[in-house]
């Protein structure tokens, strides 16, 4: 996890997470810029606090105010309207078939638009547009082909700035472990399940690889709707309650690389910064999406580089003199089809040369950003689509699972409650992509399963 945001102090988010972790989770602030972006040679900061936003885009945009701050207004708007959006999937089905409609309404008046005509009728010019929409990494689409809900709901979650677990993303698990544990739950690590059980009609339980069978009166599956309905739940189940037909409706999103990088010196030593880099190659995201698809040769369509070591006040502590770097590109998954259905660690030397042409362009992307990482690089790895298929069973290697088009926002089979008995689902896909998505994902399904309103 690179960072997060919505967590300033009595926040929905951050009492969620104080909850789950029984307040051990503690959170560093990023600073006042959590986001720098660089669109060729035009570069933009990102300072927390909606008005500190528009007086830096003013500055920076001066002959544009209406046109940002309608923009300002839309992001509102749609914060607003995804609450009831929202709440409608946890409801009673009656109270959905009455009022369903009308609580979904005020986003759908929104989602159904892509990002980019609701900033061309804002009046946008193309480089204010292409800066405005620098964070369409965070869910993986393009502003020609994202809803502009999704990218409203993002720009909304961070527009109070970025934060970073203390003591590093693992800490997220390590201090909700203890909680489950405390109420009679266990975890289970490398316990791959292979099917839901279905008996009667209902889902009783889960089949795990070697066999055994887990049963409970309920089964909760956050592993995405597609693995879930397509891969899990037994064909004929799926296809008597309509998923097969109900997953053409939606594609899954963008699949991508990851280098990991180690340094000889700390991040105070090295000057690495706190907030996040987003490098573009020009103001036209779509075209530089399109030409990477087309092109693997092609400019990386955008690098993020993210330094873990100098957000975690604890990080030199616990590893002095050393620092780390994360850099994330989109990576089509055509780039890496061929290779599909190759084991881990025995892809072949074509792979590997691949990934090894890959991990050279982004260390050049560095090393043009902060000169000064240079020479002090000991540890470089690259994870692919494939690694993400091989370690998160996604099928496509998709970083957010489902798509956020317009279209998957009208999808209202994409809630807790599923269509069979016993079966709920959680995660990113219920509500929207991230840390912050699959946790409203969770309170959402513990609402309907206890049926009680704990969005309060």
Same mark, same amino acid.
């Given at each position: 996890?690179?960072?997060?945001?919505?967590?300033?102090?009595?926040?929905?988010?951050? =009492?969620?997470?104080?909850?789950?972790?029984?307040?051990?989770?503690?959170?560093?602030?990023?600073?006042?810029?959590?986001?720098?972006?660089?669109?060729? *040679?035009?570069?933009?900061?990102? *300072?927390?606090?909606?008005?500190? !936003?528009?007086?830096?885009?003013?500055?920076?945009? #001066?002959?544009?105010?209406?046109?940002?701050?309608?923009?300002?207004?839309?992001?509102?708007?749609?914060?607003?309207?995804?609450?009831?959006?929202?709440?409608?999937?946890?409801?009673?089905?009656?109270?959905?078939?009455?009022?369903?409609?009308?609580?979904?309404?005020?986003?759908?008046?929104?989602?159904?638009?892509?990002?980019?005509?609701?900033?061309?009728?804002?009046?946008? %010019? #193309?480089?204010?547009?292409?800066?405005?929409?620098?964070?369409?990494?965070?869910?993986?689409?393009? #502003?020609?082909?994202?809803?502009?809900?999704?990218?409203?709901?993002? &720009?909304?979650?961070?527009?109070?700035?970025?934060?970073?677990?203390?003591?590093?993303?693992?800490?997220?698990?390590? %201090?909700?472990?203890?909680?489950?544990?405390?109420?009679?739950?266990?975890?289970?690590?490398?316990?791959? &399940?292979?099917?839901?059980?279905?008996?009667?009609?209902?889902?009783?339980?889960?089949?795990?690889?070697?066999?055994?069978?887990?049963?409970?009166?309920?089964?909760?599956?956050?592993?995405?709707?597609?693995?879930?309905?397509?891969?899990?739940?037994?064909?004929?189940?799926?296809?008597?309650?309509?998923?097969?037909?109900? !997953?053409? /409706?939606?594609?899954?999103?963008?699949?991508?690389? %990851?280098?990991?990088?180690?340094?000889?010196?700390?991040?105070?030593?090295?000057?690495?910064?706190? $907030?996040?880099?987003?490098?573009?190659?020009?103001?036209?995201?779509?075209?530089?999406?399109?030409?990477?698809?087309?092109?693997?040769?092609?400019?990386?369509? !955008?690098?993020?580089?993210?330094? *873990? %070591?100098?957000?975690? *006040?604890?990080?030199?502590?616990?590893?002095?003199?050393?620092?780390?770097?994360? !850099?994330?590109?989109?990576?089509?998954?055509?780039?890496?089809?061929?290779?599909?259905?190759?084991?881990?660690?025995? =892809? /072949?030397?074509?792979?590997?040369?691949?990934?090894?042409?890959?991990?050279?362009?982004?260390? /050049?992307?560095?090393?043009?950003?902060?000169?000064?990482?240079?020479?002090?690089? &000991?540890?470089?790895?690259?994870?692919?689509?494939?690694?993400?298929? $091989?370690?998160?069973?996604?099928?496509?290697?998709?970083?957010?699972?489902?798509?956020?088009?317009?279209?998957?926002?009208?999808?209202?089979?994409?809630? #807790?409650?599923?269509?069979?008995?016993?079966?709920?689902?959680?995660?990113?896909?219920?509500?929207?992509?991230?840390?912050?998505?699959?946790?409203?994902?969770?309170?959402?399904?513990?609402?309907?399963?206890?049926?009680?309103?704990?969005?309060?």
């Amino acid at each position: 996890m690179h960072y997060i945001g919505g967590l300033k102090p009595g926040s929905f988010l951050q =009492r969620q997470f104080a909850a789950i972790s029984d307040g051990s989770l503690e959170w560093a602030d990023m600073g006042d810029v959590y986001d720098e972006v660089r669109v060729g *040679p035009e570069a933009f900061r990102f *300072p927390k606090g909606r008005r500190a !936003l528009r007086a830096a885009l003013v500055e920076r945009f #001066p002959g544009e105010a209406a046109a940002i701050d309608g923009y300002l207004a839309a992001i509102a708007s749609v914060q607003k309207a995804s609450r009831l959006y929202f709440a409608e999937k946890a409801v009673p089905h009656l109270v959905a078939a009455l009022a369903g409609g009308l609580m979904r309404r005020g986003l759908l008046r929104w989602s159904d638009r892509t990002t980019k005509s609701v900033l061309d009728d804002l009046g946008a %010019s #193309p480089l204010l547009q292409a800066v405005l929409t620098t964070q369409y990494g965070d869910y993986g689409m393009p #502003p020609k082909q994202s809803s502009f809900a999704i990218h409203a709901m993002v &720009v909304n979650h961070y527009i109070h700035g970025g934060y970073y677990p203390v003591g590093g993303s693992g800490r997220i698990a390590e %201090s909700i472990a203890p909680v489950i544990e405390a109420a009679g739950g266990r975890l289970l690590v490398a316990a791959e &399940v292979t099917a839901i059980v279905v008996e009667g009609g209902k889902a009783v339980g889960v089949r795990m690889k070697d066999g055994q069978e887990l049963r409970a009166p309920v089964i909760i599956s956050d592993t995405g709707a597609e693995n879930t309905f397509r891969t899990l739940l037994p064909r004929e189940v799926a296809a008597r309650h309509g998923y097969d037909a109900l !997953l053409r /409706g939606v594609r899954p999103s963008p699949s991508h690389i %990851s280098l990991y990088v180690g340094l000889d010196q700390s991040a105070e030593a090295l000057g690495l910064p706190r $907030h996040n880099f987003w490098i573009y190659p020009h103001e036209d995201h779509d075209r530089a999406m399109a030409e990477a698809e087309a092109n693997p040769e092609a400019p990386l369509p !955008l690098v993020y580089a993210s330094f *873990p %070591s100098a957000k975690d *006040p604890t990080f030199a502590e616990r590893h002095a003199g050393r620092a780390t770097i994360e !850099l994330v590109t989109v990576a089509p998954w055509g780039w890496f089809s061929q290779w599909d259905g190759t084991r881990w660690k025995q =892809r /072949g030397a074509a792979y590997d040369a691949f990934k090894a042409r890959l991990t050279n362009r982004l260390l /050049g992307e560095l090393a043009r950003l902060l000169p000064q990482t240079s020479g002090h690089i &000991v540890h470089a790895e690259l994870s692919t689509p494939l690694s993400t298929k $091989h370690f998160a069973a996604w099928a496509h290697g998709e970083i957010y699972g489902l798509d956020h088009t317009p279209a998957r926002f009208r999808q209202r089979w994409l809630k #807790p409650q599923t269509q069979v008995p016993g079966l709920y689902l959680t995660g990113q896909d219920v509500v929207t992509c991230g840390v912050a998505g699959a946790l409203l994902g969770g309170v959402l399904c513990a609402s309907v399963i206890l049926r009680k309103n704990l969005l309060r």
